[in-house]
């Protein structure tokens, strides 16, 4: 989607056209809210279905044809107890700890300067204080890991919001609403993205054939599991079969 107006030219629609934008622009965040709400939402249900229904099935499959590798090998093979064990090279060192971070000068002055900026104290009413809690949420975080890049990103991002305009004369007023179109557009794009890649996910891809195959009367999932079934009896009887034989 591209941007309405540039951040630093307000003047180039009148205060009216912009609130009518900012409105347009709402309804349409609010509808790719809710859509990739929903695909999240979709998704994590079919994730918790194959998981429940033929995860489990992988699992059991992998640990038998595991089981037959190794049972395998011990039939097959001529070396003598404990020769494996003796092969078997020293356990390698434990890794070193990781060095503690250090918080460097620059990221003390750059979160001094986010606290200044943002502290919720200074927000003029309920919605402008948690925007500006979550913000130093977000910077006593990115202080605590010495991340200067995200605390300047933070401050870069505070700086270009409707809330870090002051004054109460009609143009502050109308800059606050071009910054504002310029957040939600940013928010949509961001939302797009969002659900390109969850759309683009392998997850998601399988859920499209199994949808695609229950509008044509066929339980896809249910012929995995049969197949699984079917794999694990067989790798079961193999198993068995090893086992008698000693």
Do not use: C
């Not at 998704?43 to 089981?67: C, K, M, N, S, T």
């Not at 599991?225 to 694990?232: A, Q, S």
């Amino acid at each position: 989607m591209t941007s309405l107006v540039r951040p630093d030219q307000p003047q180039e629609q009148d205060a009216e056209s912009l609130r009518a934008r900012l409105t347009e622009l709402d309804a349409a965040l609010g509808e790719r809210a809710a859509e990739v709400e929903r695909a999240t939402s979709e998704l994590a249900a079919f994730r918790i279905r194959y998981r429940q229904e033929v995860g489990l099935l992988h699992e059991e499959l992998d640990e038998l044809e595991r089981a037959l590798d190794e049972a395998t090998r011990t039939e097959t093979s001529d070396a003598g107890p404990g020769e494996g064990a003796e092969a078997a090279g020293p356990s390698p060192d434990p890794m070193p700890e990781s060095p503690p971070r250090y918080t460097s000068d620059a990221a003390r002055k750059l979160f001094r300067d986010v606290a200044k900026a943002v502290h919720p104290d200074l927000a003029r009413d309920g919605l402008a204080r948690d925007r500006r809690h979550a913000l130093m949420i977000e910077a006593n975080r990115a202080y605590a890991l010495g991340d200067e890049e995200r605390l300047r990103w933070i401050l870069q991002a505070w700086e270009r919001s409707p809330e870090a305009v002051q004054g109460t004369d009609p143009g502050a007023a109308k800059l606050r609403l071009v910054r504002r179109i310029a957040q939600i557009e940013e928010q949509l794009r961001a939302h797009a993205e969002h659900l390109a890649a969850l759309q683009d996910s392998s997850l998601w891809k399988l859920k499209a054939m199994v949808d695609e195959a229950a509008a044509q009367g066929r339980d896809l999932v249910g012929d995995m599991v049969g197949r699984l079934k079917r794999d694990i009896m067989v790798a079961r009887n193999r198993l068995d079969a090893i086992r008698w034989r000693r």
